[in-house]
């Protein structure tokens, strides 16, 4: 795996939360389209998908992080990891290993972390001895279907292996939730909401939101209809199985 090297790390987002991003690239290549990689292209950091889906990891990441928290006089309750890659991205143990320093520097601080993933959130989170118990660990999931995943998040992790790395960190104590976004409509791929949510019903929380940039969603009879009707099974599923709605 190639390395770079930044000058900072630690920033808030325009979204109004902290994020560090320590890889430039993503290897999962998410094609709905992936946002980060459209921002890199046009700002020139990648020449091109295949360039985006190579990842580069920040070498010198925990040495910025430690120097920026040590400096910060007042300190945010949760920084995000990430905005722009993956922390637990999936064939690339280097960079699970940062992340899990990382994570663990941070909580060192008494601060917490919101992880979300496409790849498997590692066992060792729910070590009390290096890991907080305030940290919230998340899966990216819209859809059970191995055939739409090939198609639009090619090298990400299996679902079933998304899913049960998170259900271990549940069973260890973790607070877990599922981002449940962009929700494809029918003529993308036929599914059953429910069937997902059954998968993840052991969750603290789920997310939903649909896919309001692609122009095959619109080219759905009803779109809007559908995306509030999908709305309100997730609302009712997590009413009735005591999971708080985002
Ligand atoms: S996992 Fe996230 S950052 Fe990586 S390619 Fe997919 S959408 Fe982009």
Same mark, same amino acid.
Not at 50 to 54: I, K, L, M
Not at 218 to 227: A, D, R
């Given at each position: 795996? &190639?390395? %770079?090297?930044?000058?900072?790390?630690?920033?808030?987002s $325009?979204?109004?939360?902290?994020c %560090? *991003?320590?890889?430039? $690239?993503?290897y999962?290549?998410?094609?709905?389209?992936?946002?980060?990689?459209?921002?890199?292209?046009?700002?020139?950091?990648?020449?091109?998908y295949?360039?985006?889906?190579?990842p580069?990891?920040?070498?010198n990441?925990? &040495?910025?992080?430690?120097?920026?928290?040590?400096?910060?006089?007042?300190? /945010?309750d949760?920084?995000n990891?990430?905005?722009?890659?993956d922390?637990?991205?999936?064939?690339?143990?280097?960079?699970?290993?940062?992340?899990?320093?990382?994570?663990s520097? %941070? *909580?060192?601080?008494?601060i917490?972390?919101?992880?979300?993933?496409k790849?498997?959130?590692?066992?060792?989170?729910a070590?009390?001895?290096?890991?907080?118990e305030?940290? @919230?660990?998340g899966?990216?999931? %819209?859809?059970?279907?191995?055939?739409?995943?090939?198609?639009?998040? /090619?090298?990400?992790?299996?679902y079933?292996?998304?899913i049960?790395?998170?259900?271990?960190?549940?069973?260890?104590?973790?607070?877990t939730?599922?981002?449940?976004? /962009?929700y494809p409509? /029918?003529?993308?791929?036929?599914? *059953?909401?429910?069937?997902?949510?059954?998968?993840? &019903?052991?969750?603290?929380? @789920?997310?939903?939101?649909?896919?309001?940039?692609?122009?095959?969603v619109?080219?759905?009879?009803?779109?809007? &209809?559908?995306?509030s009707?999908?709305?309100?099974?997730?609302?009712?599923?997590?009413?009735?199985?005591?999971?708080?709605?985002?």
């Open positions: 795996m &190639e390395h %770079i090297t930044r000058k900072s790390l630690l920033y808030k $325009g979204l109004g939360f902290y %560090i *991003n320590h890889v430039q $690239g993503c999962h290549g998410c094609r709905y389209p992936c946002y980060a990689n459209m921002m890199a292209q046009t700002h020139g950091r990648v020449n091109s295949n360039e985006w889906c190579q580069r990891l920040v070498a990441a925990v &040495e910025l992080l430690t120097k920026e928290l040590i400096r910060m006089k007042v300190k /945010p949760e920084i990891l990430c905005l722009t890659t922390p637990f991205m999936n064939g690339y143990p280097e960079v699970t290993n940062m992340s899990l320093k990382l994570i520097l %941070i *909580n060192f601080h008494s917490r972390c919101s992880i979300l993933t790849g498997k959130m590692p066992v060792e989170l070590d009390r001895k290096h890991f907080s305030g940290n @919230i660990h899966i990216s999931l %819209i859809s059970l279907n191995e055939g739409f995943r090939k198609r639009f998040e /090619p090298n990400t992790a299996l079933s292996e998304r049960n790395a998170l259900k271990v960190l549940h069973d260890n104590g973790c607070k939730y599922v981002h449940i976004e /962009p409509t /029918p003529n993308i791929v036929k599914q *059953n909401l429910e069937d997902l949510l059954k998968a993840v &019903e052991f969750v603290d929380s @789920i997310y939903f939101s649909g896919w309001n940039y692609n122009t095959q619109k080219k759905y009879p009803h779109y809007q &209809e559908f995306y009707d999908q709305t309100s099974l997730v609302q009712h599923f997590c009413k009735e199985h005591s999971i708080q709605y985002s």
